[in-house]
Nanobody, 124 residues
């Protein structure tokens, strides 16, 4: 069973930074895509960023491009989302999501494994 352990959420002032981590376990495939969605209660889920773990190709949503950076540690099966210049509109629950799929498939929600979510709150 795939498990995704998230950490790093919190409260920060606008302009500040946070780093989210997601460690994947319970599988032995390496051709997977992993990353982060976010959701504000009452609104639709939004893809944020993902990475093809085998080759490191990344995707960023336009709303966070240039501010967020996704990286991976292959030895630890962990991805890190460094979030800089945070804005109040970045406030949401951030969910780690993983599956054996392409980046396109991941963006389109072809995902079977989700973390429990971590709250990010950016105050103005």
């Amino acid at each position: 069973e795939v498990q995704l352990a998230e950490s790093g959420g919190g409260v920060v002032q606008a302009g500040g930074s946070l780093r989210l981590s997601c460690t994947a376990s319970g599988f032995n495939h390496d051709d997977y895509t992993i990353g982060w969605f976010r959701q504000i209660p009452g609104k639709e889920r939004e893809e944020v960023s993902c990475i093809s773990f085998s080759d490191g190709v990344t995707y960023y949503a336009d709303s966070i491009k240039g501010r967020f950076t996704l990286s991976r540690d292959t030895a630890k099966n962990t991805v890190y989302l460094q979030m800089n210049r945070l804005k109040p509109e970045d406030t949401a629950i951030y969910y780690c999501a993983e599956d054996v799929t392409t980046i396109t498939g991941w963006i389109n929600g072809l995902i079977g494994n989700w973390g429990q979510g971590t709250q990010v709150t950016v105050s103005s």
